[in-house]
């Protein structure tokens, strides 16, 4: 089925790393790679990356990412309240002609 | 700075017609392809369509295609969805993201709710 999987939640602990990952196909993810967006409740998305590692000005340190295959990555390190949100991934599928969002995963910092 | 403001939004019969805009300022619009990406209550994201930044291509996802349309005026700064044959799964809050390059989805409206119920 045509589109980008992320697990729907991750729970990890202040000051811990979370990986979130991303997974789509050849046609997208593999050949255009992706990006991150971050999103709190009641508020509008923020890039967090593009071309699968490319960090807008701005964006923490604490933020990695990085491909491999049909799959990204999205590493947050030193968990902080505030890192609790929702996390999509982004790609532009090349054979269907789309842009294509991951389902989305919730991280709970505890 | 950049600024994305909307405007159009509302609640709406099923089969209606709603027009959504996305006035921009503190960049140079006419570089910039623009996007409407939605996301419905209590689901994910959802890209709904894109126009390049001379307008000369739109495209759209399969569940709006035929019903919507993407249209910018270069001149006022503003980017336009009209949406037609309205459905109550098009409940959603929208917004208007920019595309420039490879950077996709870097500046945001701040969103407009559309609510098509009866």
Known sequence: ?110 | QVQLVQSGGGVVLPGGSLRLSCAVSGLTFSNYGMHWVRRAPGKGLEWVAAIFNDGSNEQYGDSVKGRFAVSRDNSRNTLYLQMNSLRPEDTAMYYCTSWMGASNFANWGQGTLVTVSS
């Open chain 1, 1 to 110: 089925q045509a589109g980008l999987t992320q697990p729907p939640s991750v729970s990890k602990g202040l000051r811990e790393t979370a990986t979130l990952t991303c997974t789509g196909d050849s046609t997208n993810v593999g050949s255009e790679g992706a990006a991150w967006l971050q999103q709190h409740q009641g508020h509008p998305p923020k890039l967090l990356f593009y071309r699968s590692n490319r960090r807008p000005s701005g964006i923490s340190e604490r933020f990695s990412a990085s491909r491999s295959g049909t799959t990204v990555s999205l590493t947050i390190t030193e968990l902080q309240p505030d890192d609790e949100a929702d996390y999509y991934c982004a790609a532009w599928d090349s054979s269907l002609r789309v842009w294509f969002f991951g389902g989305g995963t919730k991280l709970t910092v505890l």
